[in-house]
């Protein structure tokens, strides 16, 4: 037998439970990854609350891990028994012991990269480097802005932004997040709960405003964001932290400068093999290069994974969080 977390109807974290299951055979094109380490994600408190609709229930829960590969299904050549992997997509059920998902979604993991480092930074990483590397190719040079710069996508974006040469200003809610931002690499940062956001960036930009405003809040930074950027610039929207961004009138982008708006996923950005390979690449060599390092600042148990997810959405951690299976 092995332990996953499931949940059989949407609520607080309450509705998550720890259950002993029959590890799945994987099927064609598949494996199973035996979990040594699990990442923790906003998107999966959008699953538990119903705001993404898990495909039934009841449902396992998270899609982002490390381990070791202990089964391959028929059809899969380029994975064996023994493979370190690491993944951040493909079916719900990462919360666990261990994980059938298709082979095409797991890449093997190089030696220097361990497990955690893996779990703590698949998702994220992957995020960063589509937001920066593909979104909008930055080139250096440019100001950008950041919301949740101490977070853990906000904080391997610091750390990639400062790499390229990339002007980020960072938002964040108390003074410790915001030393953590600039020690990450942060230009600058925002402390939301005292300054105008706006009027901040016009005074650090000297009027300029921002090329690119990265927002995974949502809704209630919807407007300050495009309030941000430069004529013609572009707002990135990647999030629902406080709630799906709705009922826009597009007229409003051409009210505030002719702006470009995008909403992007991982999955619409590593939809094949060999860009999920590519992503991963330049992932891993930025942190063989020590240019990003992993802050796994908090870790819990896999039984304790509501409480995770409470700190999470409460604003309680920073950097990354890992369940240890």
Same mark, same amino acid.
Not at 21 to 45: H, Q, Y
Not at 141 to 162: D, K, N, P, Y
Not at 177 to 189: I, M, R, V
């Given at each position: 037998?092995?332990?996953?977390?499931?949940?059989?109807?949407?609520?607080?974290?309450?509705?998550?439970?720890?259950?002993? =299951?029959?590890?799945?055979?994987?099927?064609? %094109?598949?494996?199973?990854?035996?979990?040594?380490?699990?990442?923790?994600?906003? !998107?999966?408190?959008?699953?538990?609350?119903?705001?993404?609709?898990?495909?039934?229930?009841?449902?396992?829960?998270? @899609?982002?891990?490390?381990?070791?590969?202990?089964?391959?299904?028929?059809?899969?050549?380029?994975?064996?028994?023994?493979?370190? =992997?690491?993944?951040?997509? %493909?079916?719900?059920?990462?919360?666990?012991?261990?994980? #059938?998902?298709?082979?095409?979604? *797991?890449? =093997?993991?190089?030696?220097?990269?361990?497990?955690?480092?893996?779990?703590?930074?698949?998702?994220?990483?992957? @995020?960063?480097?589509?937001?920066?590397?593909?979104?909008?190719?930055?080139?250096?040079?440019?100001?950008?802005?950041?919301?949740?710069?101490?977070?853990?996508?906000?904080?391997?974006?610091?750390?990639?932004?400062?790499?390229?040469?990339?002007?980020?200003?960072?938002?964040?809610?108390?003074?410790? $997040?915001?030393?953590?931002?600039?020690?990450?690499?942060?230009?600058?940062? !925002?402390?939301?709960?005292?300054?105008?956001? #706006?009027?901040?960036?016009?005074?650090?930009?000297?009027?300029?405003?921002?090329? #690119?405003?990265?927002?995974?809040?949502?809704?209630? @930074?919807?407007?300050?964001?495009?309030?941000?950027? $430069?004529? +013609?610039?572009?707002?990135?929207?990647?999030?629902?932290?406080?709630?799906?961004?709705?009922?826009?009138?597009?007229? &409003?982008?051409?009210?505030?400068?002719?702006?470009?708006?995008?909403?992007?996923?991982?999955?619409?950005? *590593?939809? @094949?093999?060999?860009?999920? $390979?590519?992503?991963?690449?330049?992932?891993?060599?930025?942190?063989?290069? %020590? $240019?990003? +390092? !992993?802050?796994? *600042?908090?870790?819990?148990?896999?039984?304790?994974?509501?409480?995770?997810?409470?700190?999470?959405?409460?604003?309680?951690?920073?950097?990354?969080?890992?369940? &240890?299976?």
């Amino acid at each position: 037998m092995a332990k996953r977390i499931q949940f059989a109807r949407t609520g607080g974290s309450e509705v998550l439970e720890l259950v002993d =299951v029959t590890p799945a055979e994987p099927g064609p %094109g598949e494996v199973r990854v035996a979990n040594r380490s699990v990442g923790l994600n906003f !998107i999966d408190i959008y699953f538990r609350t119903g705001l993404y609709p898990a495909p039934s229930l009841p449902s396992g829960l998270g @899609t982002e891990g490390a381990g070791v590969v202990e089964a391959v299904g028929e059809g899969v050549s380029h994975l064996q028994v023994g493979d370190r =992997v690491a993944y951040a997509q %493909g079916p719900l059920g990462a919360y666990a012991d261990c994980h #059938v998902l298709p082979a095409d979604k *797991a890449v =093997v993991l190089p030696e220097a990269v361990d497990f955690e480092t893996a779990a703590g930074c698949m998702l994220k990483g992957l @995020t960063v480097q589509y937001l920066l590397r593909q979104t909008c190719p930055l080139k250096g040079g440019e100001t950008i802005l950041f919301h949740a710069a101490a977070g853990g996508v906000g904080s391997i974006a610091c750390q990639w932004a400062r790499a390229l040469g990339v002007k980020l200003i960072g938002t964040v809610s108390s003074p410790e $997040k915001a030393a953590l931002a600039e020690k990450n690499g942060a230009w600058a940062t !925002i402390d939301y709960t005292k300054e105008s956001v #706006v009027e901040r960036v016009r005074e650090l930009t000297g009027g300029e405003m921002c090329d #690119v405003v990265y927002d995974s809040v949502g809704k209630d @930074t919807w407007e300050t964001s495009l309030d941000c950027l $430069k004529p +013609r610039a572009l707002m990135v929207s990647f999030g629902n932290a406080s709630g799906p961004v709705d009922g826009v009138n597009i007229g &409003i982008l051409n009210q505030k400068g002719s702006l470009f708006v995008t909403r992007p996923s991982l999955n619409g950005y *590593a939809d @094949t093999r060999e860009r999920l $390979k590519t992503m991963a690449d330049e992932l891993f060599a930025m942190l063989e290069s %020590g $240019k990003v +390092r !992993i802050d796994i *600042a908090q870790r819990y148990p896999l039984a304790e994974a509501g409480e995770a997810q409470d700190a999470l959405q409460g604003r309680r951690t920073t950097g990354s969080t890992i369940l &240890i299976p």
